[in-house]
Every structure is written in structure tokens, then in C-alpha cells.
């Protein structure tokens, strides 16, 4: 079994930051991608960045030069920091893993989800 534990989320006033953060744990071989999703109320679940090891971040457009994605391999932790934020960054975040377990069996798995809201 694999848990991902997701802090981070709250209230925040438009133009202010926040961190989100994802811990794994659990029977993992390796971690290959990290990524963070939101889904707005009555809006399909997105990509909001994602970051696979030994390459480069991907982002989604609306986040672009606002969210930073990083992570920290040995504490298997994933990490979004997010600056400027905007009422329409309100979602429930989502953190994603693509992982390979000790059988060599390549899983993925989400995380309960944690809610951003902005406003003033």
C-alpha cells in the first residue's frame, strides 16, 4: 500500500502564497513522476505541473511563472509552492505519483486532496 499525505491548502487573499506539500510512503522501489492536479467544482480534474526524475518541470499554462514545482527524492516528498495567487486558482489539489514497487510493477497513486481557496 502507498499513502500520499497532502498539506499545505487554505485560504489565502488574492496575490498571496502558498506551499503545498506531499509526503509518500509506503512499499516503493522509485518514484518517477510527481505531479500536482486541481479540480474547480463542476470543472474536470487538470494538470497543474508535474515533475519527472531527471527532467525538466511541466506546467500548465494558467500557472506558468506563478507555481514552482519541486521535490525531494529522499523524503519521497513533492512540494508546490504558489505565488500570485488568483481566485480562479480555487480548486481541491490532487497529488499524483507514477511509482515502481518492489515486485517491479509500475502503479501510480493519488492523494485525498487538498483545498485551495482564494479570495478577499
Known amino acids: 500500500q502507498v499513502q500520499l499525505v497532502e498539506s499545505g491548502g487554505g485560504l489565502e487573499q488574492p496575490g498571496g502564497s502558498l506551499r503545498l506539500s506531499c509526503a509518500a510512503s509506503?512499499?516503493?522501489?522509485?518514484?518517477?513522476?510527481m505531479g500536482w492536479y486541481r479540480q474547480a467544482p463542476g470543472e474536470e480534474r487538470e494538470l497543474v505541473a508535474e515533475?519527472?526524475?531527471?527532467?525538466?518541470?511541466n506546467y500548465a499554462d494558467s500557472v506558468k511563472g506563478r507555481f514552482t514545482i519541486s521535490r525531494d527524492n529522499a523524503k519521497k516528498t513533492v512540494y508546490l509552492q504558489m505565488n500570485s495567487l488568483k481566485p480562479e486558482d480555487t480548486a481541491l489539489y490532487y497529488c499524483?505519483?507514477?511509482?515502481?514497487?518492489?515486485?517491479?510493477?509500475?502503479?501510480?497513486?493519488w492523494g485525498q486532496g487538498t483545498q485551495v481557496t482564494v479570495s478577499s
Open positions: 499524483k505519483i507514477h511509482y515502481i514497487n518492489f515486485l517491479g510493477a509500475r502503479l501510480h497513486s
Open positions: 509506503g512499499i516503493i522501489l522509485s518514484i518517477n513522476i
Open positions: 515533475i519527472a526524475t531527471g527532467a525538466s518541470p
